[in-house]
Structures are given as structure tokens and as C-alpha cells.
């Protein structure tokens, strides 16, 4: 049976625009592909999961006869976002490459063609869906025809007939129409009939059963409705008119030109490659082969390449290894790896990779060691399996890797680092990390090797998996591959980093970023190697009394559950959880359901109920602590490395646009702390046996940034005279004696201090506080009047913005902001925000990175055996033998506190304890 699918473009280009608004995709030209990569996304879902025989896109297409029946129609909408404009073109492009017909015809919306076409199809016996997450489509549901409406989080719900009745409690979908003229609709800007909503609507529509009717006999209403509904006639008359979906768009039902095709791979592969799309290429493509073939195959983006081995940019054809001119030698026994040490000491630059049979450093053996010191020529070395054999061949190379005058260059040179540490490898010398002088450059993109390669180089690299094989059980090891299979992958790695750095080192001294890399990033690199490779311990024991704990209070919060409920229940069931709180207890008119007619239970959902029944807590403390269990109690204890007996968290310093560390597996810079069950985590993390935690974090070090960079007297003398900043923000705000300010009050100047400076609304901050948006908005005034030139600097943040397309920390540290000028509100607010948050929160994640470099220089050059192990936001944490106590005190105070010059002092908190809890 024929399947139609009708998309409507712009409601899913808005949906995946928006969806990644906080974190957009940015490709090296500074093409926002948000919206694209969403689109192509829905596009790619649809065709692999419903399987339509027939599909097409609809778009509008020009000013409407809505516009012109009623010029108020959507004017209230903010100016489409540039980056969609600039969007449209490659989706249109993209669709053609597919033979995907662009649905449009001149003066009509979308709503209007899929509507005309929708109901043709429907009426011709083909199964139709309509995928759009508008309500409108709801009046055009009928037989053969359904709304394909995409859920909150993933999926999409079906809606026919029989759903679109329930969903309204009306007795055709065709009277969605009337609903809709009654209840108006803000989004369009039509005005329906003034405080009528849906409940009222729908009871008016099943009394008289349509709008015409409902004004014919309005006399028979009584009191205020009558007087609504007689003084709104005109406007119900008119919001009919522009809610009614078209039908008859004069567009013809062609099912040939709607018929799923093969793709014209060569433009497809041509416009992904300079969109930089290439897993989606890979997802398009592979179906696309796979489809044609009848049989699996490993596809390629880039066979059409120039013989010449030339890659020519203009139209993104990449060269390869297949096409360009290289030695790469594989070395296989020590009179060879000799020969190579004796060419390679003699070399002021090396660039160095190694293969090894694990992505963690940590357990990592060594497989291989790739070396070039020129361009198109490299080297690698296999290493056997046999520790002491492959300790031989390390030691060959020992003194060329520690050689302190020879500049070392890498990708991600930390886990080589680390690797050849293991092996009695200390690397010497000046590094250059090609992925952190990309992430100092653009802070935004990706960093792995094959992108830069492709974006920077217009080079594709041999992917690990064509070696290897894709992720999963099946997955070979590096030690399982002869090594004449991996030594031109391994020597391309070395290669392609040397050009890599070649390109990047002078973007750095042009970008005026060579101060951040050199003298912050690079020499973190160490720093953070030696905290991964320590570890830190975990007390088993007590994160098992943790969790015994956690279980006894789970159980009693599930009884109480019971026993306000009147029955017993599985509590960890959502659907058994929805039917107790929405079905017995009816805690509200209409709860909302999932497709398959299941209550929502989701923790957003159960926060907005938490007055109206005990019950709600007790879930929600039931399921706060399943997940501490789940995320950190339960899972810790299997993170311990069998080895070494600790945990190593990885330390990123190449992912968070703002120049903050994150950390992974685990991520211990999540571990709740501001409720007691959290703290209870950090009490698992203990020093090394006989050795004491000690934890320093620095004091309010964001309020402090700002006030040095906005130069506020007010704020200065505050911080100055050593006071408690919220509690003098309170007294000068309401204009109260120091001593005389409240708990209440200080609480509000927190949030205040805390929200304000990061541009926060009334709105949000009145969310944040639970107080009225007039107080909110009153107290941000009152803030502004205490701290004027907080609010200087907060529009001068922006103006400069505005001026240069991006935000600077005090150390040079960019984050920039295409949407600074953006038409749109919401986008360009955005932006806004970034623009005063950036220097703010990249200026403390600067400072502790110095602060840091300098306290492990300290420890180095002062024999100091006690060990950095943690760091988390504004915090230090160490392992300290009780020796040391006092020395390791005062070096980690000074050099945090002297890590930068403000105008105001930057202060310490420091503490001790047998464990994290304890200390901080």
C-alpha cells in the first residue's frame, strides 16, 4: 500500500534551530548548520523508520491572502534568524540532490499545500501522514489521514480520528476549525473571543456545533458569555476565516513526482562535504548504497577524486592518502628503530603519535610509536607485545622523546603523554597540542583530527574503523592487525599533525591567542596528565553504608507512598506511578498523557504538583535517590581500576566553549552538593592511605571578576573591606544597617549578585526566587541603582560584542557570538548573554588554571610528594602527607591568591579533613 509522508519545512526547521540554540553547530566557515543537521535528521528518521513509498516538503511560499485579509496575521513574530534564512537555500538543495519534490505555491502557506494535497491523497485511498508539530493540522484529519506530531524528547505521536475526538471531547476533527476561531491563537495573532479557552470552547462548539451556528443564536446564551460572544463577532468571524486550512491550493496530486527515488549521490556527497556533514553523509549514503547494491559495502563520500591527487576546495572533493604523494615506512626491528633514532635526534620539531590496544591511558599497552619531522614523510615503529621487549624498543626513542630543546607535537598529546609514562617516558621540552591550539582558536567546533583535517587541510584521513571495524563486540584491537595494515593509518596520524600545527601556529599569532596557549593551555597539559594518572580513592566501605542508607530511606519513603495512596504500588513505574496520582487521586482536571494514553510523570511535571499532595514528594525524593545509587553509588566502585586501585577521571580541557575543565568517566564536576544526599557522595573520596584531604576553593571569585572588570566603587569597598558581599548587597540595596539585614534578605541578595551579573530577566530571576515579576523586576532596578557600574559594563560587554563578533576573557580567551546583531529576540538575547557571562566565567576558569600550573611547578621545584588530585570548577583538591601539611597550605593559598592582579583581593577558603566531605 502507497505511504505518503507531507513535511512541513519550516515548523521542523524553527523545532531544530531552536533545539540547539544553547549549543549550535557551527561548521569552520561559521555556518550555523543547526537548523540543516536537525532537518536532514527528521528527513533521514522518517525515510529509515515509517519506510514512505511517496514523500514531498512543503514550504510557504510569499505574502498569503491571510496577510492580506488581515494584516495583524503573525506580525507580532519576531524577524525570521539569519542563520535559518541562510539555511533555506542547501535544505532546498539537499532535497533536490534527493528527487524530494519542494512543495509551494505562490500566495499560500505550507498548512495550505499539505492541506490541498493531504486531502486528495486521503480521498485516493493512500495512507497520508502530516508531520508538523502545529495543532491547526488537527481539522484536516479524516480517513487516510493523520497528523505526525513530533514528542517532546523523541518519537512521534500518531493522531487520527479517533484521537483528535478524545483529545477535545468533540465528534468530528473538522470542528478543530471552530475551536481554534473561538479560542484564538497569540502564535498567529488572531484574536478569537476574548476569555474563552479550550474547556469553553468545546463545550460551546458540542452545544451549537460550529461557529456560524454559535453567532446565529447567540441570544440563548446568558449573562457575560452572551455579552463576550456578541461583542467578539466579527473578530470570531474573522479567526475562522484565518484558521481554516486551504484545500483547494491549486497544486495537483502528482504520486509519480512523489515517489521515493535513489538520491543523485554525487551532489548529495559534494553538498555534505561542504557542510561538513560527514557522519550524516555516512548515514545518507551507506542506506543509499546498501539500497542499490543489495548487499553491505563501506562507503565513501570522496571516490571522485582529481587524479592529479590535487583537492580543490571550491567544491569540497578531498585529497587522501590514496591521492597524495607520501614515504611512510614501517620500522619492525631495533637495528632499523636505531637507524631512525640517530635521523630523528637531530631534528629541532617532532611530531609523535601512538597506537595503543585502549582508548585509557591508564591501562593503554603500546602497539605502536609514529614519528615525522616533514611533511608527506613518516615513520612507524611496531612495538611487540612482550613488556620487556617493548621496553627495548621505548628505550631507543627515550632520549629523542626527553630531548628538552626538540618542540613536540601532537594530537591530544596528553594521552600520549600518559601512555609513554607507563613506559618510563617522561617527554621533555615545549609541546604543541594541534586539538587545544584549534580549541583556543575556535572554542565552538570540533577538535578531533578528521575534522580539522577535512576543514583545515582538505584531507581525508583513513578512519580507525575502516581498520578496526565500526564501534561495538565485534570491534578488533590495534594488537590484533598485522602491522602492515596499521603503519600507513599510524604514520598518516604524525603526518597529518606536523601540517596540522603548520596551519594552526601561525592562525594563533595572528588571532593574538599565543599567550592563552603557551603559557595557560600547554602547560596544563602536564598538570592534568599527573592528577589522571594518581587517581583518587574511594572508601568502598562507606559508599556501601551510603548506600545501605539510601535503601532504608527509599523503603520508607516508598511505604509512606503506600500508605497516602491506599494501596500499594510499583513506585519506580511511571505508568503505575500516572495512574495512582492522575487516575485514583485526580490531582489534576487534565493530565497530560504519552501516545499511548500514559500519564506524564516526568520530574518537571511532579515539581509543579509538590503542594497539591504529600505523595509527590515522597516520589520524588524515592527517585532523587535511585539516581544518586544509580549515577555514583552503585556505578563508583565499578570505575576502580583493578591495577592501581583508584579512580582516574579524565580532565577535558577541549570541550566547554567558556574555557572551563569538564571531566568524564567519572564526572565528578556533577556530584550534586548543595543537598545533603549529594555531600554524602563527596564523603566516599578519601586521600591516599595515611595522608590528609585538603581542599581550597576560591571565594566568590565570579562577583569578585566583576567587580575588577567593571570598576563599581560600591562593590570594590565591599570586597576590600572584607565583608560578606551578599549581606552588603542587602544592606545597601534595602538600605539597612549591615547587622540589621535578615537571612531573608541576604538569601535574596545571593540570588540577586548571582543571576544579575549574568544578565538574567525579571522573569527568570522571579522564576528563581519564587517571588512576583513586579518585585523582580523592581529588585533588579534596585540592584542596578546600588551597583551602577555593574550595569555600565554589562552594556558595554554587549556593545563590544556587537562591535567585534565575539566576547574576550582578561587573558585573550574569545567566545564568539555570530547572533550578537541577530534580528530575532530570543537568538539575539542569547547572545547577549554570552557576552557578559563570557569574560565573567572564562576569566575564573583562567585563573585557576594558572593557579594550578603554578601550585604543581611549586610542588615540583620543593620536592613536595603530596598530589593534586581533583579540580572542580573554583576548587582544589589534595592528597597531603601530614608532613607537608602546613607547606602544602601555604603554597596552595599564595599561589591561588596570586594567580591574577584585580583590584580586589581574590581569596581562598581552604580546609582539611580525612575526606572531601570534611575538607570542603
Known amino acids: 500500500m502507497n505511504k505518503l509522508f507531507l513535511l512541513d519545512a519550516y515548523a521542523i526547521i524553527f523545532r531544530a534551530y531552536y533545539a540547539f540554540i544553547n549549543r549550535p553547530t557551527i561548521n569552520s566557515k561559521g555556518l550555523n548548520t543547526s537548523a540543516i543537521l536537525g532537518f536532514c535528521n527528521t528527513l533521514r528518521e522518517i525515510i529509515d523508520k515509517e519506510h514512505p513509498t511517496h514523500l514531498g516538503v512543503a514550504f510557504d511560499h510569499g505574502k498569503t491572502f491571510r496577510h492580506e485579509a488581515y494584516p495583524p496575521y503573525k506580525a507580532q513574530r519576531e524577524e525570521t534568524p539569519e542563520d535559518i534564512k541562510l539555511s533555506v537555500p542547501y535544505i532546498k538543495e539537499i532535497l533536490q540532490a534527493m528527487h524530494i519534490p519542494v512543495l509551494q505555491a505562490d500566495g499560500f502557506e505550507a498548512d495550505d499545500v499539505i492541506g490541498t494535497l493531504a486531502t486528495k491523497a486521503g480521498k485516493a485511498g493512500v495512507e497520508t501522514y502530516m508531520l508538523t508539530p502545529d495543532k491547526d493540522y488537527g481539522q484536516l484529519i479524516a480517513p487516510n489521514v493523520f497528523m505526525f506530531k513530533p514528542r517532546h524528547g523523541g518519537g512521534y505521536d500518531k493522531i487520527g480520528e479517533s484521537e483528535i475526538k478524545e483529545k477535545y471531547g468533540i465528534d468530528s476533527a473538522h470542528k478543530v476549525i471552530d475551536l481554534l476561531a473561538l479560542m484564538g491563537d497569540s502564535a498567529d495573532n488572531y484574536p478569537g473571543c476574548p476569555g474563552v479557552g479550550e474547556k469553553t470552547a468545546v463545550k460551546l462548539i458540542n452545544e451549537f456545533g460550529s461557529c456560524e451556528e454559535l453567532l446565529a443564536h447567540a441570544d440563548q446564551l446568558k449573562g457575560k458569555m452572551r455579552e463576550k460572544v456578541e461583542n467578539a463577532k466579527d473578530d470570531i468571524k474573522m479567526s475562522k476565516f484565518l484558521a481554516t486550512i486551504r484545500t483547494d491550493v491549486p497544486i495537483e496530486l502528482n504520486l509519480d513526482e512523489l515517489k521515493m527515488t535513489e538520491p543523485d549521490e554525487k551532489q548529495l556527497s559534494e553538498l ?173 567546533l570540533h577538535h578531533n583530527m578528521d575534522f580539522m583535517a577535512e576543514t583545515l587541510l582538505h584531507y581525508r584521513t583513513v578512519h580507525i574503523e575502516e581498520l578496526i ?281 545571593k540570588q540577586a549578585n548571582f543571576g544579575i551579573i549574568y544578565g538574567i530577566t525579571a522573569f527568570g530571576l522571579a522564576q528563581r526566587m519564587g517571588i512576583p515579576n513586579g518585585e523582580a523586576r523592581q529588585l533588579i532596578q534596585d540592584y542596578f541603582a546600588t551597583f551602577p557600574k555593574v550595569h555600565a559594563f554589562m552594556e558595554s560587554a554587549i556593545a563590544t560584542a556587537r562591535e567585534k563578533k565575539y566576547a574576550e576573557t582578561m587573558f585573550g580567551r574569545r567566545r564568539y557570538l555570530p547572533d550578537i546583531d541577530s534580528k530575532n529576540g530570543t537568538v539575539r538575547g542569547f547572545a547577549e548573554r554570552n557576552a557578559i557571562n563570557a569574560p565573567i566565567q572564562g576569566s575564573e576558569a583562567d585563573i585557576i588554571k594558572i593557579a594550578m600550573i603554578r601550585i604543581w611547578r611549586r610542588f615540583k621545584k620543593e620536592g613536595i610528594r603530596s598530589k593534586m588530585i581533583l579540580q572542580v570548577h573554583d576548587e582544589l583538591n589534595f592528597s597531603v602527607y601530614p608532613e607537608e601539611k602546613e607547606k602544602v597550605e601555604d603554597i596552595v593559598l599564595t599561589e591561588m591568591q596570586n594567580a591574577c592582579q584585580l583590584s580586589v583581593p581574590l581569596i581562598a577558603d581552604a580546609g582539611w579533613g580525612k575526606n572531601w566531605l570534611e575538607a570542603h
Request: charged share 30%.
Open 272 to 444: 555534505f562535504a561542504q557542510l561538513e556533514f560527514k557522519r550524516l553523509a555516512e548515514k545518507f549514503l551507506r542506506k543509499a548504497e546498501n539500497t542499490k547494491n543489495n548487499a553491505p559495502k563501506q562507503p565513501s563520500l570522496f571516490d571522485e577524486i582529481p587524479t592529479d591527487g590535487q583537492a580543490v576546495a571550491e567544491n569540497s572533493i578531498l585529497a587522501s592518502l590514496k591521492t597524495t604523494s607520501h614515504e611512510y615506512q614501517l620500522i619492525d626491528n631495533k637495528q632499523d628503530a636505531s637507524r631512525l633514532y640517530d635521523f630523528l635526534r637531530t631534528k629541532k620539531i617532532l611530531s609523535l603519535d601512538t597506537e595503543t590496544t585502549s582508548t585509557s591511558s591508564v591501562d593503554a599497552e603500546l602497539v605502536g610509536l609514529s614519528f615525522a619531522v616533514e611533511e608527506n614523510k613518516a615513520y612507524y615503529v611496531a612495538i611487540p607485545a612482550n613488556r620487556e621487549e617493548a621496553l627495548q624498543y621505548v628505550n631507543i626513542f627515550k632520549p629523542l622523546y626527553e630531548n628538552t630543546e626538540t618542540l613536540k607535537v601532537g594530537q591530544n598529546i596528553k594521552y600520549d603523554y600518559e601512555v609513554l609514562r607507563n613506559y618510563g617516558v617522561d617527554i621533555q621540552g615545549p609541546m604543541f597540542d594541534t586539538m587545544l591550539a584549534h580549541y583556543v582558536l575556535q572554542p565552538e
Open 469 to 749: 571495524g565500526p564501534k561495538g563486540k565485534h570491534q578488533k584491537n590495534m594488537r590484533d592487525l598485522d602491522p602492515k595494515e596499521v603503519y600507513e593509518y599510524a604514520a598518516e596520524d604524525a603526518d597529518v599533525t606536523l601540517k596540522l600545527k603548520n596551519v594552526l601556529e601561525p592562525m594563533l599569532k595572528e588571532k593574538g591567542m599565543e599567550r592563552l596557549f603557551w603559557d595557560i593551555e600547554m602547560p596544563l597539559v602536564k598538570v592534568l596528565a599527573d592528577m589522571e594518572l594518581n587517581g583518587v580513592c574511594l572508601d568502598t566501605d562507606s559508599l556501601k553504608e551510603t548506600e545501605r542508607i539510601f535503601k532504608e530511606r527509599m523503603a520508607r519513603y516508598e511505604q509512606h507512598a503506600y500508605e497516602l495512596a491506599g494501596e500499594t504500588f510499583n513506585i519506580s513505574s511511571p505508568k503505575q506511578v500516572g495512574d495512582i496520582l492522575f487516575g485514583k487521586m485526580q490531582l489534576v482536571d487534565k493530565p497530560k498523557k504519552t501516545r499511548t494514553g500514559q500519564y506524564v510523570t516526568s520530574e518537571e511535571v511532579l515539581l509543579q504538583l509538590r503542594d497539591k499532595a504529600p505523595i509527590v514528594d515522597d516520589i520524588l525524593n524515592y527517585r532523587g535517590l535511585k539516581k544518586l545509587l544509580g549515577t555514583y553509588v552503585e556505578a563508583l566502585p565499578l570505575l576502580i581500576n583493578k591495577r592501581t586501585g583508584h579512580i582516574h577521571t579524565s580532565f577535558n580541557q577541549a570541550v566547554t566553549a567558556t574555557g572551563r575543565l569538564s571531566s568524564s568517566d567519572p564526572n565528578l564536576q556533577n556530584i550534586p552538593v548543595r543537598d545533603d544526599d549529594g555531600k554524602e557522595i563527596r564523603k566516599c573520596f578519601v586521600p591516599e592511605p595515611g595522608c590528609l584531604f585538603f581542599s581550597a576553593d576560591y571565594s566568590q571569585i565570579e562577583l569578585r571578576i566583576m567587580a575588577h572588570l567593571s570598576g563599581d566603587e560600591n562593590m570594590i569597598e565591599a570586597f576590600r573591606e572584607g565583608l560578606d558581599i551578599h549581606r552588603a548587597t542587602a544592606a545597601k540595596i534595602w538600605k539597612e544597617p549591615l547587622d540589621e539585614v535578615t537571612d531573608a534578605q541576604r538569601k535574596k541578595a
